[in-house]
Structure formats: structure tokens, C-alpha cells
């Protein structure tokens, strides 16, 4: 495969931008080679540079779940961008997406539209912590939740990858709050409860954990977290950055049939575009201003063209029958070709991920034993053979619904001639 043009532009970008890329994720490091610059892509293709193409399974880290350039998303965006790109002021699509998502989402009684799944979540936690009025959160060692201060600390995704335990740069001062737990660890939980109890404003969790790869919750785990932040009061927050509209249209809750208090939203429900959101119970989004004294703003929030994306993506997963079963059953046959050449593998829905371990994954310290390097030497074997996934062990793989069943029988066949 000839790859000089990607090398080159790569070269170049490292004089400009950290590792040559704008989100670190991207840097192909961890894997041993260097990051594609892709030029096009259309349905479950893209295209770099060199003209090479793959069946992307990366799918922008998620958003592309019809895969790309679908035309009537397109279509949506062209007409909404031809009427003005950014308003700053009010305009119907904020209502009719609102209204879209709190359909799927009955939970989020109110919610606030911000530009990325980072936004969303640093929203949710201070709305939590202005309607509690404490100052303590918990998070999961191994889920990501986005690069805000407080919440670098033993992160998943491109922490993880380049075993950042917490970010340099954040102060004692925005962690001290942060409690730890592990996931799919009860007793973990319940210490932290027995010992700061009604000091902890919110626990936040991604209910199916996708940036330690892909770590489904134990039997019973969403239901035992809803159960001890109700009974001290504490917000429960979904981040479903990743799993909302991916995992059903009403997202993990939905699918694990638990009802958090407050939830966030990106990718999928930008359809492609920087647009994210959060929300949930009437009382706590009131806290937020201008009804509230919670700040939180945005120049560009409710951008009408990333708007017109997230209608249109929601509206089309609504028209097509069986959407989430076919996704399903595309899934399961990669699934279960990995299985059968004896790797380990965990999926939920549409997620997945390989993990070079011999154990089965259900926590943060069994996805950090990994072989990263059988993982590197996976990942090269599967570019070579046309199909593009995350270049990090510790990553999930999409399948969209573009994906065809010839893509599906091509990846296999990659799989199937891993050695
Ligand atoms: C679960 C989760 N939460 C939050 C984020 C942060 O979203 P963004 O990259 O849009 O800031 C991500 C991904 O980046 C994520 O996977
Ligand atoms: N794992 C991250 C989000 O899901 C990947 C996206 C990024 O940080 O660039």
C-alpha cells in the first residue's frame, strides 16, 4: 500500500499542530504507523490521499452511524447553510431537534444544545453541582468523559493510549473533587458512598463503556448505581456521548432500561457536525441561567447548520425499519468472526472492540493489561487489507448502516487471514 502523500502531509502537520494532529487519538503512534489524511469518503468508504480506499469502521469516532455523506443529511445541511451559517440568536431547528431528542429521551425534560460531548458533560456537572450544592463528583477509571479539568484523571481513550494516568496541566485543585471508582465494581461505589455520602453531587458514568474499549456493565450494575445516587441524593449522569442514538434511538438507557437523572448527547445527535447537548430533570436544568445562576453559553450553540445535521440524522434513523436490528446482525457476524479465530471480543450493539487478553474485559485494569502491541500488529493487518479501525487498543469499532453485506463478508475475510 503507498501511503508517500499521507507521510508527507504528515510531515508537515508536525510543524504545525502537536503530533501533527488536532485530537490526539488521531496520531497512529500506538499502532506503528503513521496517521492517514483522508480526502473523501462516501457511505462506508473513505478515500486517503494516495487514493487508497478502506471500509471505515472508525466512522469519525461514531457520529456516522448512517455512514458517510448521506444525501439527505447533506441536502439538510446545504439548504440550512444557504439561509446564513451562525445566527447567534434563536431559530426553529433548536425547537424541532430539542423536540426530537426529548421524544427518544423522555428524561431530559429540558435540555441545553453546546458544541461538543466536552461541553456537555462540564455543563452537566456544574448543573449538578449547583442544584445539589455539593462540590464532590464520581467518575470510572477507564471511561472517558471528555478534556475538561476535573475529569483527566485515569481517563480512557487517548489517555489511556499513551498511559496518561491525569493530564498535565490540571491543578490539585480541579481533581481534589473527583472520586474514583472502578467499573462493574459495586463495593468500589459503595465506599466511596459510605465515606463522602452526601458530599457527592453527581456520579457520572458511561453506562456502556466504549473508551477502555468496549466494556459492556454487568448484570445489574446501571440498576445498583440508579438505586445509590437516588438514595443519597446524588444525580446520576448518563454520558451518552457514544451510545445515545447508537445503541437504540433512546440510547444505553433505553437499551438497559435505567433512567438517569441528567444525560449528555454528542456525536450521533450532531449527524456529522460539532453539536452536542445535555439535560434532564426539570428542577436541575432550571438551576441553569438565565432561569438559574448555573452559567453556562456558548457563541455558536444551536448552530442552525449542525442543527439541520442532527434533525435530519435522528429523522432518518426513524424512517428506516429495523435500523437497529440490522446494525445488530451486521455486528454479530464480525463478532463472531473474531471469536472463531479464537480473540477475545466484547460488543454491544453496534460497538465493539478486540482485545488481545485471554481473559474476557470487564474493567479498567483487565482492558490495561491488554497486548498492545498484538493489537498494533491487528490494526496494520487490517489497513493492509482495506479496513480502517481505531488506531488504539483502547477504542471502540462502529459499524454503520451503511456498512453492506459484501463490506461485512470483506472484513471477515481480513479477520479470517489474521495470523
Ligand atoms: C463518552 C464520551 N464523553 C465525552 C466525550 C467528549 O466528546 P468531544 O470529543 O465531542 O468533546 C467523548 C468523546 O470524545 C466520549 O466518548
Ligand atoms: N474516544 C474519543 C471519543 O469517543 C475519540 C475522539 C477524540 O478524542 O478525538
Redesign the pocket.
Same mark, same amino acid.
Given at each position: 500500500m503507498n501511503t508517500a502523500k499521507s507521510k508527507q502531509l504528515y510531515k508537515t502537520a508536525c510543524g504545525f499542530m502537536p503530533g501533527g494532529v488536532n485530537s490526539p487519538v488521531r496520531a497512529c503512534k500506538a499502532v506503528g504507523t503513521v496517521p492517514l489524511f483522508i480526502d473523501h469518503a462516501k457511505g462506508s468508504r473513505i478515500w486517503d490521499e494516495d487514493g487508497n480506499e478502506f471500509i471505515d469502521y472508525v466512522c469519525s469516532?461514531g457520529p456516522n452511524i448512517l455512514g458517510h455523506c448521506c444525501e439527505p443529511v447533506i441536502n439538510a445541511v446545504k439548504a440550512a447553510c444557504d439561509k446564513g451559517l451562525t445566527f447567534g440568536a434563536c431559530h426553529k431547528g433548536e425547537i424541532t431537534l430539542a423536540e426530537l431528542i426529548k421524544k427518544h429521551f423522555p428524561s431530559m425534560e429540558m435540555l441545553r444544545l453546546v458544541n @461538543? +460531548? &466536552?461541553e456537555a458533560?462540564m455543563s452537566a456537572i456544574r448543573a449538578a453541582r449547583g442544584y445539589t450544592g455539593r462540590d464532590k463528583i464520581i467518575k470510572f477509571e477507564g471511561c472517558?468523559? +471528555?478534556h475538561s479539568d476535573g475529569l483527566l484523571v485515569k481517563a480512557g @481513550?487517548g489517555l489511556m493510549t499513551q498511559a496518561i494516568p491525569s493530564g498535565a496541566g490540571v491543578t490539585e485543585g480541579c481533581t481534589k473533587d473527583t472520586l474514583l471508582a472502578k467499573y462493574n465494581d459495586t463495593a468500589s461505589v459503595e465506599k466511596l458512598f459510605e465515606e463522602y455520602g452526601n458530599e457527592i453531587a453527581a456520579l457520572i458514568v458511561?453506562p456502556c463503556a !466504549?473508551?477502555m474499549g468496549v466494556v459492556p456493565p454487568e448484570k445489574g450494575f446501571l440498576e445498583f448505581l440508579r438505586e445509590i445516587t437516588k438514595n443519597h441524593g446524588t444525580v446520576l449522569i448518563f454520558?451518552e456521548?457514544?451510545t445515545g442514538f447508537r445503541l437504540s434511538e433512546g440510547g444505553a438507557s433505553k437499551y438497559f432500561g435505567v433512567i438517569p437523572d441528567m444525560t &449528555?448527547l +454528542?456525536k450521533i445527535v450532531g449527524g456529522g457536525m460539532p453539536l !452536542?447537548c445535555y439535560g434532564g430533570k426539570l428542577e436541575i436544568m432550571q438551576c441553569v441561567a438565565p432561569l438559574g445562576s448555573v452559567y453556562q453559553a456558548g457563541t455558536l450553540s444551536g448552530n442552525p447548520c449542525a442543527v439541520a445535521a442532527g434533525i435530519e440524522t435522528i429523522r432518518q434513523i426513524e424512517s428506516i425499519p429495523n435500523f437497529y436490528e440490522e446494525l445488530n446482525r451486521k455486528s454479530a457476524m464480525i463478532e463472531n468472526a473474531i471469536r472463531e479465530k479464537g480473540l477475545n471480543v466484547n460488543r454491544c450493539g453496534s460497538l465493539m472492540t478486540v482485545f488481545f487478553n485471554d481473559e474476557s474485559v470487564k474493567s479498567y485494569d483487565e482492558a490495561r493489561a491488554c497486548n498492545t502491541e498484538s493489537y498494533g500488529r491487528y490494526y496494520r493487518h487490517m489497513l493492509q487489507s482495506g479496513i480502517y479501525t481505531a488506531p488504539s487498543q483502547f477504542e471502540a469499532m462502529f459499524v454503520s448502516y451503511a456498512h453492506s453485506d459484501e463490506d461485512i463478508a470483506k472484513t471477515i475475510e481480513a479477520i479470517e487471514s489474521y495470523r
Open positions: 469516532w @461538543s +460531548g &466536552t458533560v472517558y468523559h +471528555g @481513550s458511561e !466504549a473508551n454520558d456521548v457514544i &449528555t +454528542g !452536542a
